[in-house]
């Protein structure tokens, strides 16, 4: 097994008026050649959106971008024709494909919103967009990884155009728990949302993110009370 450890303190960000950001790879204005990405895993913003302000309207292509609200409410439109809230306890994904334009809004007017915005490279360049959202509450289990998004459509959770496996997980101080990669020639990237946790021997604190290759599993043990987020993807 090998380890990479990104202390939550070592992220580069930006602040403006409405938006202060977080980004655990180079991202915009922030640049690191030591952190441009996680083989597809190219994107991890920590965003907090103050209450009346978010992202206007903007286009993406062949880009899988995930949506994780961790506190408040996003208003998404598209021109799909999708208009829909995102609150925290679910998960939203879009296949930006051949192109999309969308807009991610703070939905409350003086409530901050607070969410972590993902990109993965997908393995299938100019498909049809796509949207979906799910809830992450209806597929916990306590003290496990859930699986929350595959490559595969008929899974539970959302389905990404990737070899690419998503987990969450709320555990209890104490808990030690095993995962176990759905393809040995992947990497992942675990990020502690908060608590904290051990694995391999190192420490890690809320919005630390540890990537791990060369490995077929590892065990987490919990120190704190943790909700953690396991992004297993292709990394060669």
């Known amino acids: 097994m090998k380890t990479i450890h990104h202390p939550a303190n070592k992220r580069g960000g930006s602040h403006h008026d409405w938006l202060r950001s977080k980004h655990t790879f180079s991202f ?26 978010g992202f206007g309207s903007h286009s993406h292509r062949n880009m899988e971008i995930v949506s994780i609200p961790l506190s408040g409410t996003l208003l998404h439109k598209d021109d799909m024709g999708n208009e ?9 994904i879009m296949s930006a494909g051949t192109g999309i334009v969308h807009s991610e809004m703070n939905a409350s007017l003086d409530t901050p919103v607070k969410f972590l915005q993902i990109w993965i490279e997908p393995n299938k360049k100019n498909v049809t967009p796509r949207y979906q959202q799910v809830s992450i509450v209806d597929l916990l289990n306590q003290n496990a990884f859930n699986q929350v998004l595959s490559p595969n459509a008929d899974d539970a959770g959302m389905w990404i155009h990737q070899n690419a496996w998503f987990s969450v997980g709320e555990f209890d101080q104490g808990a030690t728990q095993t995962y176990t990669l759905n393809d040995t020639d992947n ?9 904290s946790v051990v694995i391999d021997g190192k420490v890690l604190q809320a919005r630390d993110g540890l990537g791990i290759i060369r490995a077929e599993q590892f065990t987490m043990d919990v120190i704190i009370n943790a909700q953690v987020l396991v992004m297993e993807v292709p990394v060669s």
Request: net charge negative; hydrophobic share 40%.
């Open 28 to 53: 915009a204005d922030y640049y690191d050649r030591a952190r441009v990405g996680f083989g597809v895993l190219k994107v991890i913003n920590d965003d907090h959106i103050e209450g009346g302000h």
């Open 187 to 195: 990497g992942v990237y675990v990020f502690v949302i908060s608590g």
């Open 84 to 92: 829909s809230l995102i609150t925290s306890g679910e998960i939203q």
